[in-house]
């Protein structure tokens, strides 16, 4: 059954509220997660040093935590700033980057949902079944495929880990355990540019910012995310252009367009 999300009106709240989005998230992309949220109309913050991450996390209405280029140090960094998150009752994205890649991504990775609270989880299909104790191996940061009922899996960690998980691909999947949403919106270019699933936390959380029920605002924010990819394709040449319209797209998403294209259904 198709279901219609309050994109747009989430949208006009993250421009008029203009909420600090908190990231402790990937080198690689850091700039490009941060002109993503202020591209949609908050303010980004990317402030990693663990000496000041609780206060940066004190001001922010929203945290993302992403670990794609993670340290031990690093980790603990997020650790203090999740608990800041947790007390102030704000929302915590974790990306788990190339979760099922190493033995130290995982074992952080776990850490970090066993020590703090996190209330949406994000990754791809390989990603999100080891995050379920699925026995895969994630290709660097590439998902792998993974012969199971994402659907089903991804309810049962929900439930199990009382947050929202969402699996990125295709059909992304994004349910709290009772409802389940799926986004069929996006554009197979999304995958030729590196940072676009680290962006996509960035949206999330940006998203989460402004909307409590966290499932509603992940669902949201992936329409609204890859709306603006399926329009940015039409004029974009490859990737580096694609990139461009990307973020013009985001940039001038209208009403209309928003309502038109979403292709957003209950599982």
């Known amino acids: 059954m198709k279901n219609h999300l309050p994109v747009v009106e989430l949208l006009k709240q993250i421009r008029e509220k203009n909420p600090v989005v908190h990231h402790l998230t990937n080198w690689?992309?850091?700039?490009?997660?941060?002109?993503?949220?202020?591209?949609l109309g908050a303010s980004p913050v990317m402030a990693h040093a663990r000496e000041e991450v609780a206060d940066m996390?004190?001001?922010?209405?929203?945290?993302?935590?992403?670990?794609?280029?993670?340290?031990?140090?690093?980790?603990?960094a997020m650790k203090t700033?999740?608990?800041?998150?947790?007390?102030?009752?704000?929302?915590?994205?974790?990306?788990?980057?190339g979760a099922g890649a190493t033995r130290l991504r995982d074992q952080k990775a776990f850490e970090l949902l066993d020590q703090v609270r996190i209330d949406i989880l994000k990754g791809n299909v390989s990603e999100i079944a080891r995050m379920a104790g699925e026995k895969v191996r994630t290709q660097g940061v590439d998902a792998v495929q993974v012969e199971k009922d994402m659907v089903a899996l991804a309810q049962r960690l929900a439930s199990q880990r009382r947050m929202v998980?969402?699996?990125?691909?295709?059909?992304?999947?994004?349910?709290?355990?009772?409802?389940?949403?799926?986004?069929?919106?996006?554009?197979?270019?999304?995958?030729?540019?590196?940072?676009?699933?680290?962006?996509?936390?960035?949206?999330?959380?940006?998203?989460?910012?402004?909307e409590k029920d966290l499932a509603v605002a992940a669902a949201s924010a992936l329409a609204c995310f890859e709306i603006a990819a399926e329009c940015a394709v039409k004029k974009a040449k490859g990737p580096a252009s694609f990139k461009e319209k990307l973020l013009d797209g985001l940039f001038t998403l209208d009403a209309k367009v928003l309502g038109r294209m979403q292709k957003v259904f209950l599982a």
């Open 28 to 39: 690689v992309t850091i700039y490009d997660c941060a002109q993503v949220v202020k591209t």
């Open 57 to 76: 996390a004190g001001i922010a209405s929203a945290l993302v935590l992403n670990i794609g280029t993670l340290t031990p140090e690093f980790v603990e």
């Open 81 to 97: 700033a999740a608990q800041t998150a947790n007390r102030k009752g704000i929302p915590v994205v974790l990306d788990v980057c």
């Open 165 to 210: 998980v969402v699996i990125t691909g295709k059909e992304d999947i994004v349910t709290d355990g009772k409802t389940t949403y799926l986004v069929r919106n996006g554009h197979p270019m999304m995958g030729k540019v590196v940072g676009t699933g680290c962006m996509a936390a960035s949206v999330i959380g940006t998203f989460a910012a402004v």
